[in-house]
């Protein structure tokens, strides 16, 4: 509840600190908010996120006051603030270019607020002073902007537009003019202080990575319109959108028409000749078909060597059976991420899970030995993949692809299967995996904890799949020009209609 | 690396010779002890002694201190308007006929401003004195004076501007607090180039100017339409030695300033590695 | 409330002593001269109401217009101004540039001094600088004794109260507004342009050519209208350094106005000169407009 999971959109009776009610703006005929509603909550961290010009700027000015909505209402606690103009709402803003008075030193800077609402002199030290000491920096207070570091007047900024103490801050890309590594300390400490005074933050930004780090929701903009509202979990692991999808981390998305697949009908993995299993190809005592611990660290949560480790290869489908009726109801599968928050963390707030957990159960004795070099034993596994789901026909020659989860569709309808690179394995050899497609190493991006592979299929398509770098370099076998196998599971991918 | 070469060198030595000899044989000249001006009859400062003993140009020279400072001040005010409407106002009626009087004095001919001004003068009925060379001089120069102000206006960050208003202030205190202070550099030498300008001014003072009012160049019009004097050389000695002290201390000022700000700046790069 | 304030001070005071008094002359021009004070008619006289205006109107006429094209010392004046002010817009370019130029290749430590050096004379009084060359030039002056005390001539060279000192004058006293836009072009250009242009095989002077002055076009454009518009119009000059012979628009008028009292006659010489010097002044706004696009 409340005290233990901040989660206020979740509850209908908690009223929204900000509401946008069907709030347009136009500059002549150019339209940069397009009838937008959506609300804010006291003490959120609400991240707007778009790249430039789809308008999250205005939405901020309109709050600040900057600019008014030419349709529509914004109620700040239920009061429309049209009629207050900036200098009298308790709204302040952080400016991206700092906006710092260059006239004026540290102190001064701060103090500018407290001064216009006329608050005795003492008051006013006391609070300036206590800013200060929030953003670590007293030993600057009598110093001019210019006599200072970047990092130092982004501090300096925000102090000044929290000294009011307002209900609500606006930051406009507040970590923009930093370099990366300040960047990310800053991030922490902009959390820090944001929990600390408990003042709603609204922040702007075109940075992915900054958004889903520091917000509590982030709203996805598009050219004047907010297309996904969601914690950033939910942003990266089930975009509603190809558009959210893209813009938010790395994607492979796969057009075509979906076939809603006949219960119990066995698709046939491989439909190509050139693919089909032979027992050689299916030994791979080691496929490489794993979801790395580097994919959690790719949103912020800190890797743990201890996230399960789901083994793709085989499917003893007792639990999945079990689940696959109860499937559209419970939208996207968690993938090892999910399942790892969920047991790590959310499991003390909200207690166990209720739904079944479509998990794999541990590896018996036999599977944990490595495997024998002998062909026979392997062969005799065929790829069972559970019903339900659909396959999707995206081109011509290659083999249909299988989603087991994801939205109601009808046959021949047009979707997009979006992949993250992560959730892609690679291997030299043809795994065992419910879909599997054969192509070449075109590129290989080397990212330290991580490698990104760039592999073309042979109708041209490009994947990009990643491997944790788990292994010293002399024993990474997959090099340029090799011919590789990707391949990913029946729930790695999200199924987009829209 | 750049350096000179021989070309630049000796272009730059004629061009700078070819601007300042002139000047500095004026100056020299101006000790001569001779009458005839052309003719050295050694050092002097007699024509020091005489121009400070002359009324008529010390009363001239009154009324143009005066008027310069009248107008200018009142042209910087009105200049710094002007200026704020033009980058901030937005749209307003006859936005472009503002602009357009306001860039056109910069180019008018000297002439026409002031026969149009006295035409004026004469229509209305005002007697033409000190009062109507500081109009006509506020009017030009604060042309001038916008179009400083307005160069330092537009690169001038508006957010700025926007914090004020953010944290509290109205438009007003947010113009006298921030935005003031902030281009107050830029409204200082509006004033400095009204001040200079109003003092310079022959052609329109001589137009605008009645009899009970002579302006210190008028003054010295009339001595060296008749050719080259001795006072007037002195004189002339005079105002360069002003002009050239005040301009020199002025960048030498900015120019600390400039290292300061400077120093300041790596200063606190270092502090943060 | 404010704001209308703020516009409504400046704009009213720029329409009662700039766009008034031209309305004033553009009328007067279109009167007749008469020994009266003032010295011309009509007078409008609004008690009359509607049909003082009507008459008014009617005694308008383009008389002085005529008078200007049928009299030859107006155009000869306008064509000599015409021809002094193209001819000492390119000398002074032609001083101007390499002096811009140098400025700018310059070392940076010797820039700002330099740009000062320039800028200086502009606050010194015009008045002053122009007097200084009537010493130098007059024919018992500085650079005669010089020449002849060299012996380079025998007789003084009759410089002064001549055209050629009205060159001289026009391009020292101009000669800052030639150098400061250029060399603010020239300045902002990028030094590996021409390391590029030498990489790709041209000549340092072809490289001049081909990317050195293309790249100050804007600067010299901006120059040269600067120098030509106000040189148009220029009286202090040519009455102080030039001779009887020395015609141009700005002295015409001056003595137009205050020698012959002809009032019609000199406000129509102004509307003339106005009307010469618009299509210069349209593009020169023009051209600075498209350089402030230009850098963004």
């Known amino acids: ?498 | 690396m750049r350096r000179l070469t021989w070309f630049n060198t000796t272009s730059l030595t004629l061009g700078f010779a070819f601007l300042y000899l002139p000047m500095i044989i004026l100056v020299i000249y101006s000790f001569n002890a001779s009458k005839l001006v052309t003719v050295w009859a050694g050092f002097s400062t007699r024509w020091y002694g005489e121009l400070l003993q002359n009324q008529a140009f010390l009363d001239a020279a009154w009324v143009t201190l005066q008027v310069a400072v009248v107008s200018s001040t009142i042209a910087t005010v009105l200049g710094t308007m002007a200026a704020y409407v033009l980058v901030r106002a937005g749209r307003f009626w006859g936005r472009t006929l503002f602009s357009g009087m306001i860039y056109a004095p910069l180019v008018m001919p000297e002439v026409i401003t002031g026969l149009s001004l006295l035409l004026l003068f004469i229509g209305i009925g005002l007697d033409r004195g000190v009062l109507t060379i500081i109009l006509a001089h506020t009017t030009f120069s604060m042309c001038f004076v916008s179009v400083v102000v307005s160069s330092r206006l537009i690169s001038f960050d508006r957010s700025l501007e926007e914090a004020a208003l953010d944290l509290g202030c109205s438009p007003f205190s947010a113009f006298r607090l921030v935005t003031l202070p902030i281009i107050a550099p830029a409204v200082i030498s509006g004033w400095l180039l009204a001040f200079t300008l109003s003092l310079d001014d022959l052609v329109i003072a001589s137009f605008t100017a009645g009899p009970s009012a002579t302006t210190l160049p008028i003054k010295i019009w009339s001595s060296i339409r008749l050719g080259v004097s001795p006072e007037i050389n002195a004189l002339s000695t005079i105002l360069i030695a002003i002009v050239t002290i005040g301009v020199i201390s002025a960048s030498l000022v900015s120019k600390r300033q400039l290292m300061r700000q400077e120093a300041d700046e790596k200063a606190a790069v270092r502090a943060e590695a | 409330m404010r704001r209308v304030a703020l516009i409504i001070v400046p704009y009213l005071w720029l329409l009662a002593l700039f766009l008034v008094p031209f309305a004033i002359v553009l009328k007067i021009s279109l009167s007749d001269i008469e020994l009266s004070i003032p010295p011309y008619t009509p007078q409008l006289d609004l008690s009359e109401g509607w049909e003082g205006i009507k008459a008014f109107f009617a005694a308008l006429d383009f008389e002085n217009f005529v008078f200007l094209t049928e009299d030859d010392l107006y155009w000869k004046a306008y064509l000599s101004s015409l021809q002094i002010a193209i001819i000492s817009t390119v000398l002074t370019l032609l001083v101007g540039y390499p002096m811009a130029y140098a400025m700018a290749r310059a070392p940076n430590h010797w820039r700002p001094t330099l740009l000062m050096l320039v800028i200086l004379p502009f606050w010194t009084s015009f008045l002053i600088r122009v007097y200084s060359w009537m010493g130098i030039l007059s024919t018992e002056g500085y650079l005669n004794q010089l020449l002849l005390s060299l012996g380079l001539i025998s007789e003084p060279l009759l410089i002064l109260n001549t055209n050629v000192a009205v060159y001289i004058g026009i391009i020292y006293t101009y000669l800052p507004f030639m150098i400061l836009p250029i060399y603010s072009a020239l300045e902002r250009m990028d030094d590996s342009l021409l390391e590029a242009a030498e990489d790709l095989g041209c000549s340092r002077l072809t490289a001049f050519w081909l990317v050195t002055l293309p790249l100050s076009k804007n600067g010299i454009i901006a120059g040269c209208f600067l120098v030509f518009i106000p040189v148009m119009g220029e009286f202090v000059i040519p009455s102080l350094l030039g001779g009887s012979q020395t015609l141009m628009i700005g002295k015409v008028l001056f003595e137009e106005f205050f020698n012959n009292r002809d009032w019609p006659v000199a406000s129509a010489v102004a509307v003339i000169l106005l009307l010469i010097l618009i299509i210069p002044i349209v593009l020169f706004q023009r051209n600075q407009q498209k350089t402030r696009e230009a850098e963004g």
Not at chain 1, 49 to 74: N, V
Not at chain 1, 156 to 177: C, I, M, Y
Not at chain 1, 328 to 352: E, M, R
Not at chain 1, 478 to 490: A, K, N, P
């Open chain 1, 1 to 498: 509840m409340p005290e233990t999971k901040f989660e206020p959109w979740k509850d209908p009776n908690e009223k929204p600190l900000i509401q946008f009610k069907n709030v347009s703006k136009r500059f002549g005929t150019f339209t940069a908010i397009d009838n937008q509603s959506f609300d804010i909550y006291a003490k959120e961290f609400f991240a707007l996120l778009g790249p430039s010009g789809c308008g999250k700027t205005t939405m901020m000015r309109m709050l600040a006051g900057f600019e008014a909505p030419t349709e529509g209402t914004i109620l700040l606690s239920g009061r429309d603030i049209a009629p207050i103009p900036p200098n009298k709402r308790e709204v302040n803003m952080m400016f991206q270019s700092y906006a710092l008075f260059p006239h004026l030193s540290v102190w001064e800077n701060i103090a500018f607020g407290l001064k216009r609402d006329k608050l005795p002199a003492d008051k006013i030290a006391a609070r300036v002073d206590e800013m200060l000491k929030l953003t670590r920096l007293e030993r600057f207070a009598s110093r001019k902007p210019h006599q200072i570091s970047g990092g130092q007047r982004q501090r300096v900024a925000l102090a000044r537009s929290l000294a009011k103490g307002p209900k609500l801050l606006l930051l406009d890309e507040p970590l923009g003019a930093l370099d990366a590594k300040l960047r990310q300390d800053t991030q922490f400490e902009l959390m820090d202080i944001q929990e600390k005074t408990g003042t709603t933050f609204v922040i702007v930004t075109h940075d992915q990575e900054e958004a889903m780090t520091v917000a509590s929701r982030v709203a996805v903009m598009d050219e004047g319109r907010i297309v996904q509202i969601a914690t950033p979990d939910e942003i990266y692991e089930a975009p509603n959108s190809a558009y959210v999808a893209d813009f938010i981390g790395d994607v492979t998305l796969f057009s075509g028409t979906a076939t809603n697949r006949t219960p119990g009908a066995k698709t046939p993995v491989m439909e190509s000749p050139a693919v089909e299993t032979t027992p050689e190809e299916a030994e791979t005592p080691e496929t490489e078909t794993v979801e790395t611990p580097e994919a959690v660290a790719e949103i912020g949560v800190p890797a743990e060597p201890e996230a399960p480790v789901a083994p793709e290869t085989t499917t003893p489908a007792e639990p999945k059976t079990e689940a696959a009726p109860a499937k559209p109801a419970h939208g996207p599968q968690p993938n090892a991420l999910g399942l790892w928050l969920h047991d790590k963390v959310w499991a003390k707030v909200f207690g166990p899970r209720t739904d079944i957990v479509r998990q794999l159960p541990p590896p018996s004795d036999a599977e944990r030995k490595p495997k024998p070099a002998d062909p026979e034993t392997v062969s005799t596994e065929t790829t069972e993949i559970p019903e339900g789901g659909i396959t999707i026909d995206w081109a011509e020659g290659q083999p249909p692809l299988i989603a087991l989860d994801g939205p109601e569709v009808e046959d021949g309808q047009h979707v997009q299967l979006a992949l993250r690179p992560e959730k892609i394995g690679i291997s030299k050899t043809k795994p065992d995996a419910v879909n599997a497609l054969k192509g070449k190493v075109i590129d290989i991006a080397y990212l330290g904890n991580l490698s990104t592979y760039h592999v073309e299929l042979e109708n041209g398509t490009m994947i990009k799949a990643q491997l944790a770098n788990t292994r010293r370099i002399s024993r990474r076998d997959i090099t340029w020009e090799d011919e590789v196998w990707v391949s990913w599971t029946g729930t790695a991918g999200v199924v987009l209609t829209s």
